[in-house]
């Protein structure tokens, strides 16, 4: 999706009789698009950690853009709710920005927000806001890679069967690999997880400091690869464990101390932001986050 | 009681040898049949030995074993020999999930107490089955083995299949297995695609014992080495029979492998089982023409 | 000592006895070899053989060669199937089974518990020492290793196998000094029977009163004993009865 794109739609907000928008259907997609979309969205939430194969359809953005992430959202989305869309963090990309013009633009009554307590739907792209999250809020993912056990094997057909017949010894031996050429887990971002004690699942690339937030989370998580087409989900209080040994145990990332150069926070993740002279200084990736934190301090 | 055997409890989460009654029936097969193709009503009619063929010649269904029917009691060792295509290969790939048999019952000591038929158990079942009660030793190496990961690395995931989850136990573990298969730990972490045919095999071995499986199968497993090779592999094997405690089912088409690791032994031709009895009696008093032929054939 | 007690066995081709004194009782035996490699030439072995071999007695068994003694023999040990007759063994815990229709796991039990036989041929394992051979029975009924090659190591001296053969590869060994290691390992457990296929073939004549000393030790100990022996002065002498063959057939 581009600028180009969203000029070329139609900005007269005259509606057909069928209720849809500017020539376009309800929040883009067609209805029984997004009745096969909920249709697979309910057999996620059904089968927790499962990745159920979708017809994922053409979208104004190209794939790999987070098209599987946003016919999530276009298909759940409807008057009153609030969506805030983020990309690593930032609610500014231009990718966000755009999939929430497209939204506004074909999805009428649906408002766009940063604030991460007043939206309904969060879409995002590899991270968890830092803000707490409630059980009336939906967490959709934006996918690149589906499948954990890809990393230990190449064929469609072998990975399906090991998930269906839970026969995950050859994804734990890369994990046992690792420890012995390494001295510990080196995986990092989309760090494999065992949901509902069932499926090995990928919670998307989210770094190691997310996947503890999954585990029993009050809110519905939903992940959409538009590419793999495949839609998985983590139903509200489920068991979302990250693979690692009992000796080896799973630790979220260590920022040794750092704090956020602008907003002072030691307790979010942090990322590594260049600075003009060549040296760089520790941020928030959570930008609204950081943004809440900052104004916050400066009202007090 | 062998060394593996007095591990550590905690180490030693699925060991059966302590309540392994000496005189329970390990495994028990009934009316094994496997084919490849349709099948018709005159299949059974149309092949065995009286035919010299296995395959149909209404429908051309290769009936790769029919009405095969055995019993192995744990401490024991069942040969199966034939000539290639006489089915013996398909009888061990089908007991250990590689093939789905087209009919027939097998049951194990130790799943369900041997009162359930493993064949109609569901796929998740049947691996977890294979994981934790069976092991199997293939012809080559590259179907036993992970050439590209770590010897350890192929032992241990036998140990993570079945749930252990601490790295230094494993190491512990897979490193013992690899010292009885006479492969110092000095070499635990090195690829077995650096290794001889011989240390390969024993590899494999290592890892079909990891779990303390209540059966192994082993496949044609020395076929492929030197002579003075094969003469190490086998006397890793005797060993094991005397200190394990395990049912064996040895396939080979060397008559002298059989006599010198089975006390009992079954006869196959084109699919069928022709004779069985103790091993002496089969080379020293056979009976079936075919039986005869292939004891005069060799000096075993 | 435990070892020596065959421990009882369960079976299911076996019925309640009588009491009887009679371990091992042969009815109408028979057995003949139908070669398919030679066009189903049928060699007859022997025929409608029955006997009675009494507990702790020897019973030997005369006959020309080619009279059908090894096979009967053979043929009670279940190495060859007879074709028709029963070989009714009494077992420890007073059941009967009969030997011809038992399951091959029934005959290996009593194979380890209960029955051994001795031929003039070793089989060796590869790569195992005479000693370690020799004491593999004992190991399978439960002696630890140690004290199973004590016992081996006291009998290979009573048998006077060079000491240096002891951890030797009995592939190598002569005929005699084979015949001494499997004697040893027959007798070392002490089985309720015992079945000697010319045990004293290769030995020489000192090395024979040797071995009958340690037959006749075995007899006092309890053990039934069926042996096949060319020597008839040896076989009159060690035998409390004896029957003879003549062209597969009892006559006397």
């Known amino acids: 999706m581009n600028e180009a794109v969203v000029s070329e739609m139609p900005h007269d907000a005259s509606r057909t009789q069928s209720g849809t928008h500017s020539g376009y259907s309800y929040a883009f997609l067609d209805e029984l698009t997004k009745k096969s979309v909920r249709r697979a969205i309910l057999k996620a939430v059904a089968v927790p950690g499962y990745q159920v194969p979708f017809g994922s359809t053409e979208l104004p953005i190209a794939r790999g853009w987070g098209t599987g992430g946003l016919q999530v959202t276009l298909s759940l989305i409807g008057p009153g709710d609030v969506l805030k869309v983020i990309d690593q963090g930032s609610d500014d990309s231009v990718n966000a920005v755009n999939i929430r013009q497209l939204v506004e633009l074909t999805a009428p009554g649906v408002d766009t927000t940063a604030a991460t307590e007043e939206a309904t739907i969060i879409q995002t792209r590899h991270r968890i806001p830092e803000a707490p999250l409630h059980a009336d809020q939906i967490m959709v993912f934006q996918v690149p890679l589906p499948e954990p056990l890809r990393v230990v094997e190449r064929r469609e057909s072998e990975t399906r069967r090991m998930h269906a017949e839970a026969d995950y010894g050859r994804i734990w031996v890369a994990l046992y690999e690792d420890v012995v050429q390494h001295g510990r887990i080196t995986r990092s971002a989309g760090y494999p997880v065992v949901v509902n004690g069932r499926h090995v699942m990928t919670p998307s690339p989210i770094p190691k400091w997310d996947v503890p937030r999954l585990h029993q989370a009050p809110f519905l998580s939903l992940f959409g690869a538009g590419r793999e087409k495949r839609i998985y989900a983590v139903p509200p209080l489920t068991d979302v464990v990250p693979l690692a040994f009992d000796d080896y145990p799973f630790a979220i990332e260590d920022f040794d101390g750092a704090h956020c150069a602008r907003c002072g926070s030691d307790d979010t993740f942090l990322v590594e932001v260049p600075q003009p002279d060549g040296s760089s200084v520790m941020s928030c990736s959570d930008e609204s986050w950081c943004e809440a934190r900052r104004t916050e301090r400066g009202q007090s | ?300 | 000592m435990s070892v020596f007690t065959p421990q009882p066995i369960t079976h299911g081709a076996a019925g309640q006895s009588s009491a009887t004194a009679l371990p091992l009782r042969v009815r109408n035996l028979h057995k003949t070899f139908t070669l398919h490699v030679l066009g189903g030439k049928h060699v007859p072995a022997f025929h409608d053989v029955s006997f009675d071999a009494p507990a702790g007695g020897f019973l030997g068994i005369a006959g020309a060669s080619g009279s059908g003694k090894s096979s009967l023999l053979k043929c009670i040990f279940r190495t060859y199937l007879a074709d028709s007759g029963s070989v009714t063994w009494n077992l420890t815990d007073g059941s009967e089974i009969d030997l011809v229709q038992a399951t091959d796991d029934e005959v290996l039990d009593i194979r380890r518990d209960e029955i051994g036989y001795v031929s003039q041929f070793l089989r060796p394992m590869p790569r195992v020492t005479a000693i370690d051979l020799a004491a593999r029975p004992l190991v399978e009924r439960g002696m630890e290793r140690a004290e199973a090659r004590e016992r081996i190591a006291d009998l290979f001296a009573r048998v006077r196998l060079p000491r240096d053969l002891w951890d030797g590869l009995p592939v190598l060994f002569s005929g005699g000094e084979q015949q001494r290691v499997n004697l040893v390992r027959a007798l070392a457990v002490a089985p309720r029977l015992l079945l000697l296929d010319e045990p004293t073939a290769s030995l020489s004549p000192d090395l024979q009163a040797e071995v009958v000393t340690l037959i006749g030790e075995a007899r006092d100990r309890g053990t039934t004993l069926v042996g096949v022996m060319h020597d008839t002065d040896l076989l009159n002498r060690l035998s409390d009865q004896v029957i003879v063959l003549d062209q597969g057939r009892r006559v006397a």
């Not at chain 2, 989460?13 to 005159?42: F, T």
């Not at chain 2, 972490?189 to 045919?197: E, H, K, L, Q």
Request: with cysteine; hydrophobic share 40%.
């Open chain 2, 1 to 300: 009681m062998s060394a593996i055997a007095t591990l550590p409890t905690e180490m030693v989460r699925h060991d059966h040898v302590a309540s392994r009654n000496a005189e329970q029936i390990a495994l028990k097969v009934e009316n094994l049949e496997a084919q490849y193709g349709r099948g018709c009503s005159a299949c059974h009619e149309l092949t065995g030995p009286e035919h010299s063929t296995n395959v149909c010649g209404q429908c051309g269904t290769v009936i790769a074993c029919a009405d095969v029917s055995f019993a192995v009691r744990a401490g024991r060792t069942l040969g199966i020999v034939g000539e290639s295509g006489s089915g013996k290969t398909t009888v061990l790939r089908c007991l250990y999930g590689d093939l789905n048999p087209a009919g027939g019952t097998a049951s194990l000591m130790t799943y369900e107490d041997g009162r359930a038929n493993l064949f109609t158990a569901s796929a998740q079942v049947r691996r977890r089955v294979r994981n934790f009660d069976m092991g199997m030793v293939y012809q080559h190496a590259r179907d036993g083995l992970n050439l590209r990961i770590s010897a350890g690395g192929n032992v241990a995931e036998r140990l993570l299949a079945a749930e252990w989850r601490r790295v230094d136990q494993i190491r512990a573990r897979a490193g013992h297995l690899l010292e009885r298969m006479e492969i110092p730990r000095s070499r635990m972490d090195t690829p077995p695609s650096a290794f001889s045919g011989g240390m390969q095999q024993r590899v494999q071995i290592a890892r079909a014992l990891a779990n303390g499986p209540a059966v192994v199968l082993l496949d044609e497993m020395t076929s492929g080495l030197d002579v003075s090779v094969q003469a190490g592999v086998l006397d890793l094997v005797l060993e094991l029979q005397r200190t394990e405690g395990v049912a064996m089912v040895v396939v080979s088409h060397d008559l002298g492998v059989i006599r010198l690791l089975c006390e009992r032994t079954m006869v196959m031709k084109n699919g069928r089982v022709v004779e069985s009895g103790l091993t002496d009696q089969i080379l020293e008093d056979p009976r079936h023409p075919y039986t005869q032929l292939l004891v005069s054939s060799v000096n075993a």
